[in-house]
C-alpha cells in the first residue's frame, strides 16, 4: 500500500508508568529483555514491559506477533530462552508452582472435558489447585452464577453454545482465587452478545482487584478493556502505553474518511498538503483515510480551492488505526 | 530447546489423585460402552476357542484347553483395557481435547498427571481383570483359592502396560501411528505369549524372544495363580513383571513434560 508522506503528528506525550490509580507501582508481571527462539526462529526478541496489580494489560499484535509464547512464558508453560521474568514475585519457569497456584489462564481453545458436566469440569479444576471438596463445590456453584451458567450446571458441555463454553473456561480460571487473570484472545469466535458479557464480566473482575493479562487482535476490545497495552509484531514491542494516549500521539485525534474516491482526485488533494500538515494517509480497503492534527484546515483550503471529495466524513480515531500503521496491511497467516 | 532434562518419574501425590478422579469420573459416563469394548474379544476367544477349538483340542499341557487359556485372557484383558485407555483416550486427551493442557495450566506436575495416569491404569487393570474372573468363575476354569491374590498381579499389570502405551500416545502424529503399537507389538505378544499354547515345544531362540517380553510373564502368573499349578521358575516371572514395571515408569514422563511445557 503506498503511504507518501508519513509524518507522524509528532505531538509526542510521554508514556506514564504510574499505575491506574497512581499508587506506587506493584508489578505482578515484570519482563526484561524477555526472548524465545525455536531453533533459529526469534518469536519473542526481548521485550520489557511491567504489568501492575490491578489493571487490565493488553498484549496487541498480528497473528504470529510472540503473544501466545508470552502468555505461556508467564503462565510457566514455556521456558524462557533469555532475558527475565518474574510473575508475582517469582521467576517464571515451567513447575513453579507458587506462580501457577496463584494463575488463572484461560487458553485460546475451549478446552472442557467432554465426559464430565459443566459442573463437574470446573470442581475437578479447583481440586488440581488443592482445594477441598467443600470448597470446590462451592465455589463452583457461586463462579457459575457470576458466569450467568446456573441454569447449566448439570448439562453436558458440548451442548453449550461458544460463548458458554468460553464462560465455563473463564469461571474454571477462576477456581483458584488467582491474583492474576492471563487471557489468550477471550473472545476470538463469539458473538456481539457473547463478546459483550465477557467483557462485562472481565470489567467486573478487575473491580474485584483481579489482575488481568490479556491478548487480543480486537482493537475495540483493547480500547475497551485495557488501561495500558503493548503492541507487539515480530517479537518486538513497536509501542506502549494507554489506549487514548497511543492514539494522540501515533494518528491524532480524528481522520477524514473518503470512502469510493478515485485515486486520480487523490492526487489532487495531495498536492495541497504542506510539511506543517504533518499529514499521512493510508487506503483502508476501498477508503482513503486521511490523518493530520491539522485537519480543518486542510479541509477549508480544499473548500477554497473547491476541491473538496464528493464523499467524505470527519470520524475519531481509534487503536485501529495505530495497529494498522504500526503493523502495517499485509495479511497475516 | 525444551526445559526438561533428566528422567522425569510419575509422582503419585495429592494432585495425582485428582487427574485419577479425573480418570474415574469420566470412566464412570462411558464404563457401559467401554466394558463391552474389552471384552467382548477376549469373551469371543474365550467362547469361540475354548469351546469351539476345544471341542478338538481337548487337552494343553495337561489342562482342559479352555482352563489353559482362559487365565491367559485374564491376563490379556487387563492388558487391553489399560493400553487402549492410555494409547487412544490419552492421545485425545493431549491431541484432540486438550485435557492435559487444561491441567497443566493448574498447579499440576506433568510428572503428577503420568502419576495419576498410573494409578488409574492400576485400577483399571484391576477392574477389568476381576470382572473377567467372574467371567471364569460359572464356567468351572478357577480351580484354587490362589486366585485370591490375583488383584495385586494385575494391579502392578495396570502399571506395567502403562508405560509405553502413554509412552506411544505422547510421540504418535496421528491416531494411524497407534494403530502400529498395536499390530506390531501388542497383537503379536497376545498370539505369542503362551496364552493359546505352551511355549515348551518352539525353538529355544524364538522361546528366549518370546521371555524377553512382558505380557508372557504376566500370563505365567495368572495362570499359576488361577490354576494353583507353580512352575519352579514362577519367581522369575515376578521378577521380570516387576523389573519392567519399574523401567517403563520412566519412559513417558519427560515426553509428555516436554509436549505440555515448550
Not at chain 1, 453449550?160 to 483458584?176: F, K, Y
Not at chain 2, 467401554?34 to 499341557?61: I, R, W
Request: net charge neutral; aromatic share 10%.
Amino acid at each position: 500500500m503506498s503511504r507518501m508522506t508519513t509524518n507522524a503528528p509528532a505531538n509526542s506525550t510521554v508514556m506514564s508508568t504510574e499505575t491506574p490509580t497512581g499508587a506506587s507501582p506493584l508489578a505482578v508481571v515484570s519482563a526484561r529483555g524477555l526472548t524465545k527462539r525455536f531453533g533459529s526462529f526469534e518469536a519473542v526478541a526481548g521485550i520489557d514491559f511491567d504489568v501492575y496489580e490491578g489493571e487490565c494489560f493488553g498484549l496487541l499484535g498480528p497473528n504470529g506477533a510472540g503473544k501466545s509464547t508470552t502468555i505461556r512464558m508467564i503462565c510457566c508453560l514455556a521456558a524462557l530462552t533469555a532475558g527475565s521474568l518474574t510473575v508475582l514475585g517469582e521467576p517464571a519457569a515451567p513447575g513453579q508452582r507458587t506462580i501457577k497456584a496463584q494463575l488463572g489462564v484461560v487458553s485460546q481453545e475451549d478446552y472442557l472435558d467432554p465426559a464430565l458436566t459443566v459442573r463437574e469440569n470446573i470442581e475437578i479444576h479447583g481440586r488440581f489447585y488443592g482445594l477441598s471438596p467443600e470448597v470446590a463445590t462451592l465455589r463452583a456453584a457461586e463462579l457459575l452464577a457470576f458466569m450467568q451458567l446456573e441454569g447449566k450446571t448439570h448439562e453436558q458441555v458440548r451442548s453449550l453454545s461458544g460463548g458458554m463454553r468460553r464462560r465455563l473456561v473463564i469461571a474454571r480460571a477462576l477456581m483458584g482465587k488467582p491474583r492474576l487473570l492471563v487471557l489468550d484472545e477471550p473472545t476470538t469466535g463469539l458473538d456481539p452478545q457473547a463478546r459483550i458479557l465477557v467483557w462485562r464480566k472481565l470489567r467486573e473482575l478487575k473491580a474485584e482487584g483481579v489482575t488481568v493479562l490479556l491478548t487480543t487482535h480486537y482493537m475495540d476490545e483493547a480500547q475497551r478493556l485495557c488501561d495500558r497495552l503493548v503492541i507487539i509484531d515480530h517479537g518486538r514491542i513497536l509501542e506502549s502505553g494507554r489506549p487514548r494516549e497511543l492514539i494522540l500521539r501515533l494518528v491524532g485525534a480524528e481522520c477524514l474518511e473518503c470512502p469510493d474516491i478515485a485515486p486520480a482526485l487523490v492526487d489532487g488533494l495531495m498536492a495541497t498538503l504542506r510539511p506543517e500538515d504533518q499529514a499521512w494517509h493510508e487506503w483502508q480497503s476501498d477508503s482513503w483515510v486521511l490523518f493530520s492534527p491539522n485537519l480543518s484546515s486542510i479541509l477549508d483550503r480544499w473548500a477554497a480551492a473547491d476541491l473538496a471529495p464528493p464523499l467524505s466524513y470527519r470520524r475519531p480515531t481509534g487503536l485501529e488505526d495505530v495497529f494498522l500503521r504500526l503493523t502495517g496491511r499485509e495479511l497475516r497467516d | 530447546m525444551g526445559g526438561v532434562r533428566g528422567m522425569v518419574w510419575p509422582r503419585f501425590t495429592q494432585g495425582a489423585l485428582m487427574v485419577f478422579r479425573r480418570d474415574f469420573l469420566s470412566w464412570v459416563k462411558y464404563y457401559k460402552s467401554s466394558v463391552l469394548l474389552n471384552f467382548g474379544e477376549p469373551l469371543t476367544n474365550l467362547l469361540a476357542l475354548g469351546f469351539g477349538l476345544g471341542a478338538y483340542v481337548t487337552k494343553m499341557s495337561g489342562d482342559p484347553f479352555v482352563d489353559f487359556i482362559g487365565p491367559g485372557l485374564l491376563a490379556v484383558t487387563a492388558m487391553n483395557a489399560v493400553t487402549f485407555d492410555m494409547s487412544f483416550e490419552a492421545y485425545d486427551r493431549l491431541n484432540e481435547n486438550g485435557i492435559y493442557l487444561s491441567m497443566i495450566t493448574a498447579p499440576l506436575h506433568p510428572a503428577e498427571i503420568v502419576g495419576g495416569e498410573y494409578l488409574w491404569e492400576a485400577c483399571r487393570s484391576l477392574l477389568y481383570g476381576l470382572v473377567f474372573l467372574v467371567v471364569l468363575l460359572p464356567l468351572g476354569i478357577v480351580h484354587s483359592w490362589w486366585a485370591l491374590l490375583l488383584p495385586l498381579p494385575l494391579l502392578v499389570t495396570g502399571m506395567l502396560f502403562a508405560g509405553p502405551a502413554l509412552w506411544v500416545a505422547t510421540a504418535a502424529k496421528n491416531h494411524e501411528q497407534l494403530f502400529y503399537y498395536f499390530t506390531l507389538v501388542v497383537t503379536p505378544m497376545f498370539m505369542f505369549s503362551g496364552v493359546f499354547f505352551p511355549l515348551a515345544h518352539l525353538p529355544v531362540v524364538i522361546r528366549d524372544l518370546i521371555l524377553l517380553t512382558p505380557l508372557v510373564h504376566v500370563v505365567n502368573l495368572t495362570r499359576a495363580l488361577i490354576l494353583g499349578q507353580f512352575p519352579p521358575t514362577l519367581w522369575q516371572d515376578v521378577l521380570w513383571i516387576v523389573g519392567y514395571t519399574l523401567l517403563f515408569m520412566a519412559l513417558p514422563g519427560r515426553r509428555l513434560a516436554r509436549r505440555l511445557t515448550d
